[in-house]
């Protein structure tokens, strides 16, 4: 069972950028997708973005398109989610996740999670 765990979380003012990564242990990415979600007070779990590691297909979330990217790093063994042009609304817990689907935007359908980082944006 692969043991997830997120960093590079923090405090950025608007327009600024993050890049977080999700480490493994205990197993290899490469038989799961990789999916980035995140959670802010109040507010349910929401797809961010995801990426096959074998497929190296990536998907995203309308709101993050353009802003957000993700990639895998298979020396360091990381996914990763460099964001750009960060806004408020951006705020929130971001949390990795594997499935074992190609990849989905369903948070039922991923099997592992990490503990989460958060990522606030204000100025």
């Known amino acids: 069972q692969v043991n997830l765990v997120e960093s590079g979380g923090g405090l950025v003012q608007p327009g600024g950028s993050l890049r977080l990564s999700c480490a493994a242990s205990g197993g290899a990415f490469s038989r799961y997708a990789v999916g980035w979600f995140r959670q802010a007070p109040g507010k349910e779990r929401e797809f961010v973005a995801a990426?096959?590691?074998?497929?190296?297909?990536?998907y995203y979330a309308d709101s993050v398109k353009g802003r957000f990217t993700i990639s895998t790093d298979s020396t360091e063994n990381t996914v990763n989610l460099q964001m750009n042009s960060l806004k408020s609304e951006d705020t929130a817990v971001y949390y990795c996740?594997?499935?074992?689907?190609?990849?989905?935007?369903?948070?039922?359908?991923?099997?592992?999670w990490g503990q989460g980082t958060q990522v606030s944006v204000s100025s």
């Open positions: 990426i096959g590691w074998s497929s190296g297909l990536a």
């Open positions: 996740a594997v499935t074992t689907a190609a990849w989905s935007k369903h948070r039922y359908d991923y099997q592992n």
